[in-house]
């Protein structure tokens, strides 16, 4: 008989499943339950976004697609970027279209990361970082924010932990899954810190589209920071395309063309449907667009107040679509919250600790739902947390 044990990776049987997909798996498989678990919009598809997707089919365009992507799109992302975010790329040797965002950082950080470099994480954060670093045996190094903050990262911090061996900073913002955002002000504090070094930074901003109040800074756009910025974003947030699996990463050259190499021998391209239809979303739908950010920043604000009457201290979120409440009130661990929860009023979020060691002690609730969603999830909680409160004093 096969010893399999013995035959895996044994870099592979070191991680752990995700702490995303273990309560939205559990929730699954029980009735009734309200699941607040997954970052995956609610609105439909943009109608000219699918349109364009039936066309595509009706008038049988579904070969293959180059490698890095359908240049038309490429070039739709470089005047998308110019327009938003005042950044530019050449869109034949420094844009690649992958399949999701998710990709889109696996590729960056093979492409770059040798065995025994450190990379720093900005923690709390999403969940693909870290084990891919140490698929590539490189060693993650966590990063913890505060809320004190507002779970930004400062240039302190930045510099507390960075040393001769730092190849990479991951920065993700806006963040999931605390909400929080950096200004142009904070990240030119970042800039400083990382001028005359040889370090790089992965900046995943696939939530750029969704601020409140304030308009998203790409860390590309600040003086000196283009040319070792790995920028990568998607289609799946901002345009409700989750399941149409299509991102994309921008960089200088010399890094995008070893992406490329990989994305070549791994994916050969994304879906051709997925890119046509991209093609329209970046051109023609930002009013839906903006439909969405307003109906997302109601969901915000009456979420944040929610948490706060209830004794679930949290700050209001900037960014994103994820409010991290405190569970503090009732002296559980992240996990045992989100069990307990899930098991005595069925509803579903996800344990802070998913996101890293600093995630401890809060919960990420997605507000990617409908209204009437949010609020019987909230009166759930309510009724959960005032039994549990009161068993604690």
């Known amino acids: 008989m096969l010893q399999y044990d013995t035959l895996l990776s044994e870099k ?30 609610d609105f439909q598809t943009p109608w000219a976004v699918r349109r364009a997707a039936i066309d595509s089919l009706e008038k049988k365009r579904m070969v293959y697609t180059a490698n890095s992507g359908m240049a038309d799109l490429r070039r739709e992302i470089g005047r ?102 950096m200004t142009k002000e904070d990240l030119e504090e970042i800039a400083d810190v990382l001028r005359d070094t040889n370090v790089l930074v992965l900046s995943d901003e696939i939530y750029s589209e969704l601020t409140y109040g304030r308009k998203h800074v790409s860390f590309a756009s600040i003086d000196g920071m283009w040319e070792r910025t790995i920028y990568v974003s998607g289609f799946s947030k901002a345009f409700a395309m989750t399941g149409w ?41 930002d009013t839906e667009v903006q439909k969405m950010v307003d109906e997302y920043n109601m969901r915000r604000r009456m979420l944040t107040d929610g948490f706060n009457r209830i004794g679930m201290s949290c700050f209001e979120p900037e960014g994103a679509f994820y409010i991290f409440p405190s569970i503090q009130v009732t002296g559980m661990t992240s996990e045992e919250f989100c069990e307990k929860l899930l098991q005595e009023e069925k509803v579903a979020v996800v344990p ?32 959960f947390v005032s039994r549990h409160r009161r068993e604690r004093i």
Not at 15 to 36: E, N, Q, T, Y
Not at 354 to 372: I, M, P, Q
Request: glycine fraction near 8%.
């Open 80 to 181: 998308y970027l110019k327009k938003k975010y005042g950044i530019t790329y050449d869109a034949e040797h420094e844009v690649m279209v992958t399949v999701g965002g998710s990709e889109a950082i696996d590729l960056a950080i093979r492409a770059l990361v040798n065995p025994g470099d450190e990379v720093l994480i900005v923690e709390p954060s999403f969940v693909c970082y870290k084990p891919i670093v140490e698929l590539m045996h490189g060693i993650a190094v966590p990063i913890s924010t505060k809320i004190e903050n507002k779970f930004k990262l400062t240039a302190q911090e930045l510099r507390e932990h960075m040393n001769d061996k730092t190849k990479l900073l991951i920065l993700p913002y806006p963040n999931n899954p605390t909400g929080g955002i």
């Open 352 to 383: 802070g600790n998913a996101f890293g060691e600093s995630g401890e002690g809060f919960v990420r609730v997605s507000y990617a739902y409908s209204l009437k969603h949010l609020q019987e999830a909230l009166s759930r909680i309510e009724r």
């Open 12 to 41: 592979v049987k070191e991680m752990k499943p995700s702490g995303i997909r273990k309560f939205f798996d559990a929730a699954s498989l029980m009735k009734d339950v309200i699941s607040l678990g997954v970052g995956e919009p």
């Open 245 to 285: 699996r299509l991102g994309y990463a921008c960089a200088p050259k010399p890094i995008a063309e070893q992406m490329l190499k990989i994305h070549q021998y791994a994916i050969m391209s994304a879906p051709t449907l997925s890119q046509y239809a991209a093609i329209v979303a970046m051109r023609d739908c």
